[in-house]
């Protein structure tokens, strides 16, 4: 039974550029959670999708987008990079009708901006 | 708004011995869930152990156990018998609501060093 699934594990980028993140979930799982984890920081949530819609949003800007597919899995996308916006990005499912279950996470992507 | 302390930056304890990491929890909401995770240098969150604001038991899996104090908005996690592969940060979070759309969100963790 695989688990969540996230790619890359690492990247570089530039200051200006832009940046795709993939996630799959775990099977079964319908709910994509996307969270951003600054070094030294807890994880800090960015979004949610569920049926391919955008349910719930953190406090981050329209630079932040994503999506999800009818197969479930996600993308996350990130335009104009920050330097500040390097971070470990945690990709995190679930199942809507499980709401006492946790979310399991995958082993999250290094994006590093210089 | 929601928001989870864990006052503790770092633990050390011996192999074997048992240790409590703190964390407390501030929710206006009656229906909530506490979660603890740990974090390896790998990155990966591993799930421990899973609290609701209604269960009137402690929740327990394996070595590790939540000591939760809903009056003092406290869900302490508890390790017995460390063993060296604990070493890791360790982050509480917490859910509120319980519908399935819901963010989690962290404490700032507490790291743990288990020496020999």
């Known amino acids: 039974d695989a688990g969540v699934t996230q790619s890359p594990t690492h990247l570089i980028k530039t200051r200006g550029q832009q940046v795709t993140l993939r996630c799959s979930p775990k099977s079964g799982h319908d709910t994509v959670s996307w969270y951003q984890q600054a070094l030294g920081q807890g994880p800090q949530f960015i979004f949610q999708y569920y049926e391919e819609e955008e349910r719930q949003r953190g406090n981050f800007p329209d630079r932040f987008s994503g999506h999800q597919f009818p197969n479930y899995s996600s993308e996350l996308n990130v335009n104009a990079l920050l330097l500040g916006d390097s971070a470990l990005y945690l990709c995190a499912s679930s199942r809507r009708d499980r709401v006492h279950q946790p979310q399991h996470f995958g082993d999250g992507t290094r994006l590093s901006i210089l | 708004a929601q928001k989870i302390t864990q006052t503790q930056p770092g633990m050390f304890v011996q192999e074997k011995e048992a240790v409590t990491l703190d964390c407390t929890y501030d929710t206006s909401d009656q229906s909530y869930g506490l979660f603890w995770y740990k974090q390896p240098s790998s990155g990966e969150m591993i799930f421990l152990i899973y609290?609701?604001?209604?269960?009137?038991q402690n929740a327990t899996e394996g070595r590790y156990s939540l000591n939760f104090q809903k009056a003092r908005k406290s869900a302490n996690l508890v390790i017995s018998a460390s063993q060296l592969g604990d070493s890791a940060m360790y982050f509480c979070?917490?859910?509120?609501?319980?519908?399935?759309?819901?963010?989690?969100?962290f404490g700032t963790g507490t790291r743990l060093l288990v020496s020999p």
């Open positions: 609290q609701g604001s209604y269960d009137e």
């Open positions: 979070a917490m859910r509120e609501g319980n519908t399935g759309f819901q963010k989690l969100v």
